[in-house]
């Protein structure tokens, strides 16, 4: 093969195309990892001009699985990129990525969840993901709650799970999920991703969400009783407050009086700030 036909087969990049990294690699997919590949450069790029701007501080992945949104958060400046993942297979491909982009590509084989990513790198940090399924959520969470360590998250999740991030009051889909999102984040869903984008294509289709901390929250709480409090209501979010707050322990009806919220109301006609108002009833 002449060098001019080798330089053909090669990604805009430099790279070899994603689908001959797989097929070299045989790296076949693992759904108990949630593993589905995105290997259209368009998408990944996309996402990674969706992140915003990547030129300082760490840009944190998690599950680059074979590199494809990785290729394009270097591709678009990424000054550092710290990707996090478990599955050893994908080492010998990020490897060869971090060759091209010398200095720019650090990759942590660890499980994200017992990883700190409020520590990875350097300020500003911020999340860049397609996300793993099955840990998703739970990953999501544990960023949430620290507003004040990233810059923002952009992560690709299933839509339904992005529909539950950015409900208001009064719809099916508020809840727990949108109290913890809203409360210090200000969400975005931004584009949705069809299955067949993905090799393999899951069940469901996806959606791409930007979340950035708000300078100050929607409302005064103490985090850890606004948790308990949302919790307890959304537990038996069919029933009244005065009754699903039972499971606090106490009688309700007293803290309910105090914060202004008539117990009759069910969880998911209260407000972020109402929920607020409930924790510092419960607080004081
Ligand atoms: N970023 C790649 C892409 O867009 O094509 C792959 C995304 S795939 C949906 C999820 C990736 O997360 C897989 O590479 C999988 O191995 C990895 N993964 C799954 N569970 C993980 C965990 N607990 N910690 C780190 N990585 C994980």
């Not at 290729?71 to 996090?84: D, E, I, M, Q, T």
């Not at 850890?224 to 537990?235: C, M, N, Q």
Request: proline share 7%.
């Amino acid at each position: 093969m002449s060098s001019g036909t080798q330089r053909a087969a090669l990604a805009a990049d430099g790279l070899p195309p994603l689908r001959s990294v797989v097929e070299r690699d045989g790296l076949l997919a693992r759904k108990s990892l949630g593993q589905h590949f995105l290997f259209d450069l368009n998408l990944t790029g996309r996402i990674a001009a969706a992140a915003g701007e990547l030129s300082a501080g760490t840009t944190i992945e998690v599950g680059p699985g074979p590199g494809g949104l990785t290729r394009a958060l270097l591709s678009h400046g990424a000054r550092a990129v710290v990707a996090v993942e478990r599955d050893r297979r994908f080492l010998s491909a990020l490897d060869e990525i971090a060759g091209r982009y010398p200095g720019r590509l650090a990759v942590l084989e660890a499980d994200a969840l017992d990883v700190d990513a409020h520590a990875i790198g350097e300020a500003p940090r911020r999340i860049v993901a397609n996300l793993p399924y099955n840990v998703g959520t739970r990953l999501l969470l544990e960023w949430l709650a620290r507003p004040e360590a990233f810059e923002s998250v952009t992560v690709m999740l299933q839509k339904e799970v992005v529909e539950r991030i950015v409900a208001a009051p009064g719809s099916e889909a508020y809840g727990r999920l949108a109290v913890a999102a809203q409360w210090r984040w200000n969400p975005r869903r931004l584009f949705e991703v069809p299955a067949s984008a993905f090799v393999p294509p899951p069940r469901v289709a996806s959606a791409v969400v930007r979340m950035a901390p708000r300078a100050a929250p929607l409302a005064p709480a103490e985090p850890a009783t606004l948790e308990r409090v949302v919790a307890a209501a959304f537990g038996q979010r069919r029933k009244m407050l005065r009754s699903a707050l039972r499971s606090l322990g106490e009688d309700p009806v007293p803290r309910l009086l105090a914060a202004g919220i008539d117990g009759d109301r069910r969880a998911e006609t209260l407000s972020i700030e109402e929920f607020c108002a409930l924790a510092r009833a419960y607080a004081g």
